[in-house]
């Protein structure tokens, strides 16, 4: 089978997803990795044991986007870049009728809100065309749905609450920075949390709601903080028996402490400032200051542990279920040269354009990764360096 595949944006997340498409020529026999900055795409070519095709391009300029895809041709578009390029990646699959990958859904530049609606709009084109578009293809969302999915199938009737925990045990040495997009990074963190109960959505302010959790695996106990995360959304549409969904992500004193004077000053605000005769957004110049995520490979050390935790009912019993993996961060460097939350967001968004390639995910229209038969996504995670486990608390 002869599969080409464009990868659109050359940081973390593209370098692991190129990386690891490399590795597979049976699926992904032609690759080229396209981003604004060329030298980038050129960099993690040079690391690779066999050879792609590189290209500038301004994912935002649809007549670009389109001009290169009548070039090189492919069969499907991975969108490594930001949220913001989401619609204007997906406007030249329409026009070109090219498959569509991404791992965080649409956000607007001037607003700090992300929801499914507007990429869900595409919905009728994608079908009229007879093309299809896997969202969300990362690890949270990504695997997180296909893990509910999984868990769904085999060991529940009916899921009623589902905790997606995300722990980033790992320590990278550095007074302050995030393991990916800054910028994304801190408009989520730092948004109203929010969460699913009883067919309703509660808010409550920013990392206002904390509990402790034990880890697996020797990380054991850690603080995790409510958010919103995109995945719910999904879940509860796929799912409507949830009676409570939330999302929980741990962070350290340090990076809270370091936050909240940065949001105490306003370094983290998206309205423009006047400087100078320039207009400047905060976020972005404090994207600026702190250290690239690509540069954190090297430095840091630990694991993360990403899981769902699961209750709900099976044969007329109550049942409680957590399904995780565990990354080592040097173990993603050794392998790709980065660390653990890169790789996995890039393992997985490998892995859906492999499902819709070889045609084992297939549809025409705009989906979400739980929407699928999740057990051979499943089974590649274990093969392609995510392997899962699982626990049964109560059955
Ligand atoms: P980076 O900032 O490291 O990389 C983004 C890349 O996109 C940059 O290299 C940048 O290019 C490129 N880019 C930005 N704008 C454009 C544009 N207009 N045209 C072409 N290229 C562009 O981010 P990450 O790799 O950390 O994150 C990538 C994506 O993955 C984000 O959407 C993030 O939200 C998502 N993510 C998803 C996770 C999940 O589990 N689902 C977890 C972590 C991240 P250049 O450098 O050339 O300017």
Known sequence: ????????????????????????PEVFSEIMLASR???????????????IKTARVDADNVPELVA?????????????????QDLHIMDACLETG??????????PVDEAKFCYKWQWEYHERFREKGIMALLGSGFDPGVTNVFTAYARKHHFDEIHELDIID??????????????????????????????????????????????????????????????HEELESLIKH????????FWMTFSDNYLKH?????????????????????????????????????????????????CHVKGIKDGREREYYIFNIC???????????????????????????????????????FNMEEFDPDPFMDKLNKHGLPWKEIFLKE
């Open 37 to 51: 900055t060329v030298s980038k795409c050129e960099k993690i070519a040079s690391k690779l044991a066999r050879p």
């Open 167 to 228: 722990c980033n045990a790992g320590d990278h040495g550095q007074p302050f920075a995030t393991n990916f997009n800054p910028e994304i990074n801190i408009r989520e963190v730092s948004a109203k949390g929010r969460f699913y109960e009883n067919g309703t959505w509660k808010e409550t302010g920013p990392l206002s709601v904390s509990r402790v959790y034990d880890f697996p695996d020797g990380i054991g106990n850690k603080k995790i903080y409510l958010m919103y």
């Open 328 to 366: 080592s961060h040097e173990a993603a460097y050794k392998e790709v040269g980065s660390q653990a939350i890169s790789y996995t967001t890039g393992v997985p968004a490998m892995i859906g354009a492999m499902m819709l390639l070889t045609g084992t995910w297939r549809g025409a229209g705009v």
């Open 239 to 246: 799912f409507p028996e949830i009676k409570r969904a939330r």
């Open 98 to 107: 090219t498959d569509y990958i991404d791992t965080a859904n649409y956000e």
């Open 259 to 307: 936050l909240e004077v940065l949001q105490n000053v306003g370094m983290t605000s998206i309205e423009p400032v006047e400087y100078k005769g320039q207009r400047i957004v905060p976020l972005q110049f404090l994207k600026a200051l702190l250290p690239d995520p690509g540069s954190l490979g090297p430095l840091t050390k630990g694991k993360t542990c990403i899981g």
């Open 68 to 84: 290169l895809i009548h070039s090189f041709k492919p069969d499907c578009i991975i969108n490594t870049a930001l949220p913001y």
């Open 1 to 24: 089978m002869a599969n080409k595949v464009l990868i659109i944006g050359a940081g973390g997340v593209g370098q692991v997803v190129t990386h690891k498409c490399s590795t597979v």
